[in-house]
């Protein structure tokens, strides 16, 4: 059982950075495949990015690649995602999400089992 908490969210406007943290509770994070998803009023839950047990690989959706940063402290069990060149349609609440497996369908939701509640991000033109 892992337990998600997302910080960080907030209004920035266009051009702007964010810093986005999430927080995992229990001893077995390192064993958890990390993802974020976003997903804004009306729409989709929509891939972000993934990063695997030591970090060693990770995986970017292509509309945020060049902006976006993943990375992950398994010693403070917390996973982050930088944010710049935020753009008004990045807008979205954030999620974290958690998979104890590996696979080439890292970028659907389903694949994951725990999630946390999402922090928001605006982003003002």
């Known amino acids: 059982q892992v337990h998600l908490v997302e910080s960080g969210g907030g209004l920035v406007q266009a051009g702007g950075s964010l810093r986005l943290s999430c927080a995992a509770s229990?001893?077995?994070?390192?064993?958890?495949?990390m993802g974020w998803f976003r997903q804004a009023p009306g729409k989709e839950r929509e891939f972000v990015v993934a990063?695997?047990?030591?970090?060693?690989?990770?995986y970017y959706a292509d509309s945020v690649k060049g902006r976006f940063t993943i990375s992950r402290d398994n010693a403070k069990n917390a996973v982050y995602l930088q944010m710049n060149g935020l753009k008004p349609e990045d807008t979205a609440v954030y999620y974290c999400?958690?998979?104890?497996?590996?696979?080439?369908?890292?970028?659907?939701?389903?694949?994951?089992?725990?999630w946390g509640q999402g922090t928001q991000v605006t982003v003002s033109s």
């Open positions: 990063i695997t047990w030591t970090g060693g690989n990770t």
């Open positions: 229990g001893r077995t994070f390192s064993t958890y495949v």
């Open positions: 999400a958690a998979t104890p497996s590996f696979s080439s369908r890292l970028n659907q939701p389903s694949m994951y089992l725990y």
